[in-house]
């Protein structure tokens, strides 16, 4: 793992203080511990902006930015008793040096504190409308601001998710840095499991053995629960029973990536569990890859970043009508959205700290432009369902391919390539 480099994140801090409209202040939280059941808990895992703009990594905190430049944080009390239990935590005098923050207090004055910062500010920016609970206790330190300012004008509330999502929709060295390696072991991961991926093996069997990847070539954690799905199970989309055989001559879709340094990958092979195509999974295959090598083609700096999408439609709608699962006019069976039966998700996503970056598509109604930069999925996928009015031969393959890519001026380039996306290759691969 990576040092601890404070100045990348002072200078974040910096940079949303730029942003940010004269006389306002930012307040945004940490993650909770979240239950799982009775008195147990799911790993504690961040929230990705503040994290961005703190790389403090315990629950129950606050920061606060404001328009000067003044960073404050409130986080839990050191407690030796707790640490025992819990182990260690900052406390806001150590935190304060470490993080390099102006001031640190105690989470727990935070109700007289903080409304004593936001006072005499125009607007309090924060990322409303996530948690109830958070926006309450936001509404309530406005409040008790307003009411110690009783003959100045009220301070106005601004959603400045557009604000910080612009930001981190264009990644720094550092991001760029992260994303690369975590990129590289989900690819080494899922190389390395194709390759002894075999018949007679559950899905759960194949599940094991990815986390297993991604933890011994140095990801301690999934960015995400895999989707591994045999057979017609690949149809579903958001798969993640993981619990079935998969049986001789059907498909394995597999959508697994891990987090490095807090940072995600995201990549989906299918391929056929006794490493050998049949004509009918090859055929569609093939249509997926093309789309695929389109869309990529199609995230290029200048233009809007919908592109990839139209593209993939436009190539997979002529691919599905070369094999005979569409029939008319590729005109119309893009009008009436044909493909819609076989191709029901979106191209791909921003990608990041959260594997579905918390960054924007567009804002005011214009779309955002590809800039040098940017990482996105690409990741077109063809889905039979029972349900198609087709040839039964064609029944229950489904295919997605998923590479992502790091958007530069001179074209883009695929972080996760080190994965075979070739029909050959993979049946090469899978024979060695
Ligand atoms: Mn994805």
């Not at 629950?59 to 182990?87: A, H, M, Y």
């Not at 040096?97 to 607007?123: C, V, Y």
């Not at 190389?191 to 301690?220: C, H, I, P, W």
């Not at 044909?338 to 779309?367: Q, T």
Request: proline fraction near 3%; aromatic fraction near 8%; glycine fraction near 6%.
């Amino acid at each position: 793992m990576s040092d601890f480099n404070v100045n990348i994140f002072k200078a974040r801090r910096a940079e949303v203080a730029k942003r940010m409209e004269d006389n306002s202040i930012l307040v945004l939280s940490s993650s909770k511990l979240v239950s799982r059941n009775n008195d147990t808990t799911f790993p504690f895992r961040q929230d990705s902006n503040f994290y961005y703009l703190t790389g403090f990594q315990e629950p129950d905190s606050i920061l606060t930015v404001q328009s000067d430049g003044r960073s404050v944080l409130f986080c839990r009390k050191k407690n030796s008793e707790l640490e025992k239990w819990d182990g260690f935590m900052w406390g806001p005098d150590a935190a304060k040096d470490h993080f390099g923050f102006d001031e640190a207090h105690d989470i727990s004055e935070i109700n007289e504190i903080l409304p004593n910062l936001i006072r005499g500010q125009k607007t309090l920016n924060a990322l409303v409308g996530k948690s109830l609970e958070f926006d309450q206790k936001v509404t309530s330190w406005i409040n008790k601001a307003n009411s110690m300012e009783r003959h100045q004008g009220n301070i106005d509330l601004k959603n400045f998710s557009n604000v910080l999502g612009s930001m981190r929709l264009i990644k720094d060295r550092n991001e760029i840095d992260l994303i690369r390696k975590s990129c590289e072991i989900a690819a080494i991961s899922h190389r390395s499991v194709m390759q002894k991926a075999k018949v007679g093996m559950t899905e759960y069997d194949l599940e094991t053995m990815y986390l297993n990847e991604f933890k011994m070539n140095g990801s301690r954690e999934a960015s995400y629960t895999p989707i591994i799905a045999g057979g017609k199970r690949a149809c579903i989309l958001h798969y993640i029973d993981n619990n079935q055989n998969i049986k001789d001559g059907e498909l394995v879709l597999v959508d697994a990536g891990c987090e490095y340094g807090m940072y995600a990958s995201d990549i989906t092979r299918t391929y056929p569990i006794n490493g050998k195509f049949t004509g009918e999974q090859r055929a569609i295959y093939d249509v997926v890859l093309e789309a695929h090598n389109a869309a990529c083609h199609a995230a290029k700096v200048g233009n809007p970043c919908t592109d990839p999408q139209k593209t993939s439609e436009k190539s997979l709608s002529q691919g599905l009508k070369d094999i005979g699962l569409l029939k008319g006019s590729l005109d119309e069976i893009l009008e009436k959205n044909l493909y819609r039966e076989f191709y029901y998700h979106k191209i791909g996503h921003w990608m990041g700290l959260d594997v579905h970056d918390d960054c924007p598509y567009s804002i005011d109604g214009k779309e955002i432009l590809f800039e040098d930069d940017m990482v996105m999925t690409i990741e077109p996928g063809i889905y039979v369902n029972d349900t198609a009015d087709v040839d039964a031969r064609w029944k229950g393959i489904g295919v997605r391919i998923e590479n992502d890519i790091l958007v530069k001026s001179d074209g883009y380039e695929n972080l996760t390539a080190k994965v075979p996306v070739q029909a050959e290759e993979i049946e090469q691969l899978m024979s060695e």
